[in-house]
């Protein structure tokens, strides 16, 4: 049974900085095949595509807001990926969840999957709330 589990969100204001972790249990040496999303709601918003990896850990693509300012990465060795967030805004305060594609793009290995109707599995969501 493959779960996801976000972790590190919180309360900080604007401007500062936070990063985010999501560790996958249950996928084994299948992780890597695996291409992987950051995605955020807002309340009365609907979820969008933050950040993403595909197989090869160097092809990552990110929302035009967060170009520049956030940086994604996975460890296929801790079966986890990161979100490191700088500089972050009061719109930015949103549940984020990272979700796992098992087979992206066909067995591609630099697809990066950005529709939430690609993703195989979520995790719960981890709380970011940015003031003032």
């Known amino acids: 049974q493959v779960q996801l589990a976000e972790s590190g969100g919180g309360l900080v204001q604007s401007g500062d900085s936070l990063t985010l972790a999501c560790v996958v249990s249950g996928a084994g040496r299948a992780f890597s095949t695996y291409a992987l999303g950051w995605f955020r709601q807002a309340p009365g918003k609907e979820r969008e595509f933050v950040a993403g990896v595909a197989k090869a850990p160097d092809s990552i693509r990110y929302a035009d807001s967060a170009t520049g300012r956030f940086t994604l990465s996975r460890d296929n060795s801790k079966n986890a990926m990161y979100l490191m967030m700088n500089s972050l805004r009061r719109e930015e305060t949103a549940l984020y969840y990272c979700?796992?594609?098992?087979?992206?793009?066909?067995?591609?290995?630099?697809?990066?999957?950005?529709?939430?109707?690609?993703?195989?599995?979520w995790g719960q969501g981890t709380q970011v709330t940015v003031s003032s």
């Open positions: 979700a796992a594609d098992r087979h992206p793009g066909f067995g591609s290995q630099r697809y990066i999957p950005v529709g939430q109707g690609e993703y195989d599995y």
